[in-house]
């Protein structure tokens, strides 16, 4: 079930008021029955992967909880092996068969290993991370082991975020679904601001540059450089829009149900630096391979070569998160590389910005930073969003040699509304970055202004927005 359509709308619609008639020891109840109603309107079979995964959690940290020792560690590396290994099955299998078949290909050997005929379930790669949230912090002792199949079986599949996240920790969420939550008017109203704010993001600004995006990304040999910088400059806002959109939308839903979930995205393109980019941009994932990666690989305490070496297994593995292809590994490793090369120039780029003066302007300086971060990043999107790494490179080396060719205008009007649609963001987003406070329109004391921004975001959506039920972008991963 799509968020950007009627069906979930109703939906959400009849739950939310069940939920406010119940009592509140049947509430899980509902919860859990609705969420796996919405998984299952996708590929209903797939409900017994999580139904699977969820099991063995479940007995696994039972178990761990009352051993010692070894016992415990292997309990949680066979919840770890189990889960990473349902992942691996359906999303990585067919990668690396194939790359061995080429492999063997050319050394004149066959391999008798088929090709597997399996979609993807969609969100695995988002409830695994959520799954193993959970095991590996029973297994630190920071959360008690959840006795209650349904809460747990809740924790993972609470419908606003199963699908694409934010990826919670148990101890934010599971405690949330015993607490009593009473009709709270203002919860409801500030969630509600947030589904609406989501839905602009992706109706009118993420599916309206997919337009262009598409055309061009999909015919990169008959564009320009210039076109092609162009579609990947809206690519960057289209992403961000789609899946911030999605976050705001499943954030607020869960708001006005009275839980509270992590915030996700932090107006990123205000970032002046690549790591803070990461610490604005899908905050959920960069946080958990923090947490659950970096840190145990030794974070920054074994030395500055195996600090190197860590940033870039990080950002390699989160390239291979994101998708089982070639593709996705240039953009997580030209991420480590971002981050590796910046901290080994900092000192260098410090005192250049003081020898030109730059420093002695902090707004141009902050500026200057923030479009050097926004170019980077939006570079890399260019492996992100081609359909293959040749026409990938060939993008990548119009763009770097004549970005300012002429562009591709397909339609003057759809061009436009692309360019109105973008304006409303940038504007909304710098207010809310120099005011520092999150949806500043939509939450003005003043009814008029208040009103004003409601009915004016109502209205660009009903004009501008496309409604051809177009999947989320993270859908896939």
């Known amino acids: 079930m799509l968020f950007n359509s009627i069906s979930f709308i109703l939906f959400f619609i009849i739950i939310t008021g069940i939920y406010f008639l119940l009592a509140h020891k049947f509430r899980w109840m509902l919860l859990l029955a609705s969420s796996c109603y919405f998984y299952m309107a996708f590929v209903p079979v797939y409900i017994l992967i999580l139904a699977f995964t969820i099991t063995v959690d479940y007995f696994a940290a039972i178990w761990m909880e009352s051993s010692q020792g070894k016992k415990r560690r292997y309990l949680l590396i066979a919840s770890i092996v189990v889960n990473i290994g349902t992942l691996a099955l359906f999303k990585y299998f067919n990668f690396f068969n194939e ?4 492999i063997l290909d050319q050394s004149g050997l066959h391999n008798p290993v088929p090709y597997l005929n399996l979609l993807l379930p969609i969100g695995l790669s988002f409830h695994t991370l959520q799954s193993l949230s959970y095991t590996i912090e029973v297994y630190r002792g920071n959360q008690k082991a959840e006795r209650h199949f349904g809460i747990l079986a809740l924790y993972v599949m609470f419908f606003p975020q199963l699908v694409a996240g934010p990826i919670e920790r148990p101890q934010n969420l599971i405690h949330q679904f015993r607490k009593k939550h009473p009709f709270n008017y203002e919860m409801v109203v500030c969630g509600l601001r947030q589904m609406l704010w989501g839905f602009f993001m992706k109706l009118v600004v993420a599916d309206r540059l997919a337009i262009y995006v598409d055309a061009v990304y999909n015919n990169p040999r008959h564009h320009t450089g210039g076109s092609l910088g162009l579609a990947t400059i809206f690519f960057s806002f289209q992403i961000y829009c789609d899946f911030a959109g999605y976050s705001n939308i ?14 996700n995205f932090n107006i990123p393109f205000s970032a002046k630096s690549i790591t803070e980019f990461w610490r604005r941009w899908h905050i959920s994932l960069s946080s958990w391979f923090r947490d659950y990666l ?3 690989l030794g974070g920054n305490r074994e030395g500055i070569t195996r600090f190197y070496l860590n940033i870039f297994i990080v950002f390699l593995l989160s390239g291979i998160w994101h998708g089982a292809g070639w593709l996705f590994i240039v953009w997580g490793a030209l991420h ?3 981050l590796v090369f910046a901290r080994i120039t900092q000192q260098w780029r410090a005192q250049l910005s003081r020898f030109l003066g730059i420093t002695n302007y902090p707004v141009i300086h902050g500026m200057l930073q923030m479009g050097t971060v926004f170019l980077l990043v939006g570079f890399s999107w260019i492996f992100f969003r081609a359909t293959n790494l040749e026409d990938a490179f060939l993008i990548a080396g119009k763009v770097l040699k004549s970005p300012f060719s ?3 205008i397909p ?3 759809i061009f436009i509304y692309s360019i109105i649609a973008l304006a409303v963001l940038i504007f909304h987003e710098v207010i809310s970055y120099r005011k520092k406070t999150e949806l500043f329109w939509f939450a003005q004391p003043n009814r008029v202004l208040r009103w004003g921004a409601y009915i004016s975001i109502v209205m660009l959506i009903l004009t501008m927005g496309v409604f051809d039920g177009s999947q989320f972008i993270y859908f896939q991963f």
Do not use: C, E, H, Q
């Open 99 to 102: 790359n061995l078949t080429t």
């Open 250 to 263: 499943a954030i607020g839903a869960a708001r006005v149900l009275g839980i509270d979930l992590m915030t």
């Open 294 to 296: 970096y840190v145990p």
């Open 336 to 338: 480590g590389f971002y």
């Open 406 to 408: 002429k562009v591709f």
């Open 411 to 413: 339609s003057l009007p």
